[in-house]
């Protein structure tokens, strides 16, 4: 995902590229029923999409028996139509039901289920003769903890390994921040309808998700753009998102100074592969001229690997970390300035000096680390040039360890 500066004039190219959280979500919606789409057919026209999907991933040919797990919204009344499509098409449908209540829609699409003679079960264990799930549990704006019988009914179903489809995202995640509530489906796909949900980005959401997919079913862009803004403040990156980027341009006369000089300060003995890593990193941008810092003991070894780039030997402490930069290295040579990666905390000193210099900066790794040092922070907010820092969820928590929201 990457926060969006963009103008106006260069609008998100596709619906796939907006990412949304429980709350615009449900206004979206909001804003399509009180137009006057009715709810019940937006739930045929979606769950009828999922459930054409779902015959693309498993053949009736293959997957002849399918449990499906009902919950007690409108996420339920989306399976239940997909039961009654899987029906229709030939396959053999176990509905698992065991909620007391469910909303109005779903209650309806119950008894329709029930008149076509869909079998229904509340014991799990019957689940277990079916050769793939749908999982219609919970939709997007979770917030509870799952508990008790449900709970126990999603473990059951994660210890079994069978293929498992999530409808919308996985019963048991935060929509928001991708947290498990408690337990959670583990999904082999996740059909997320309509637009990506923020939860489904999250690192801490990959193990649940599965194979993630989205199902378009027609939200006008107006709407979108209504609630979330044009362009939204935050995007999803997408293959042809990135490659619209690429190749960079440049004019027919230039040469490798006019193309950006960046700085590279990194690496120490111990961590000489992050230095390599980070300059061939750093090579590959399209930066016009890249100088790299490093220890002096394995400076020649950078040249043989990147010999492109200008490579300068720094001073080094006993252990082989970064002592100092050389006089000859100033800030207005540059157009950017990185560092960070494999330097250690005895190079701690170097990367205050970099914090001092008018010119953009971007840190990462044992740069982060020595940030988090108190002392150092008051050089961060002091810096008057574009700064970026690159955190890990480790390196973000020691550098801003009172921000406990997960949001």
Known sequence: MVNSNTSDSQPVASLEQYVVSAEQMQAIETRLFEAGMPVAGLMDNVSGRIARRFQQLYPLTHYQRVGILVGPGHNGGDALVVARELTEAGYRVLRHESFQRFKDLTSAHRRYADHLGVEVTSNEKDLQTCSVIIDGLFGFGLSRPVEGAIANLIDQINSWNHPVISIDLPSGLNTNTGRVLGTAIRATHTLCLGLWKRGLLQ?????????????????????????????????????????????????????????????????????????????????????????????????????????????????????????????????????????????????????????????????????????????????????????????????FKRLFPDLTSET
């Open 203 to 395: 690192d801490q959401a990959l193990d649940y998700i599965g194979r993630a997919e989205r199902i378009d079913f027609g939200i006008p862009l107006s709407d979108v753009q209504a609630v979330v803004g044009h362009p939204p403040p935050l995007q999803r990156m997408t293959t042809d998102s990135v490659l619209r980027a690429f190749p960079i341009p440049r004019p027919t006369s230039t040469h490798k100074y006019r193309e950006g000089h960046l700085l590279l300060v990194c690496g120490s003995r111990t961590y000489a592969g992050a230095a390599i890593l980070a300059g061939l990193a750093a090579r590959s941008s399209g930066v016009g001229m890249l100088t790299l810092a490093v220890p002096q003991s394995f400076s020649e070894r950078v040249v043989s690997l990147i010999p492109d780039a200008l490579v300068v030997g720094c001073e080094e402490t006993a252990d082989g970390a970064i002592a100092s930069l050389p006089s000859r290295l100033q800030p207005d040579a540059y157009h950017a300035i990185a560092c960070g990666p494999g330097m250690t905390l005895q190079a701690s000193q170097v990367i205050h000096k970099l914090m001092e210099w008018d010119c953009p900066l971007l840190i990462d790794a044992d740069g982060l680390n020595c940030l988090a040092e108190k002392s150092t922070l008051p050089l961060l907010q002091h810096r008057s040039s574009p700064t970026i820092l690159t955190p890990h969820p480790g390196e």
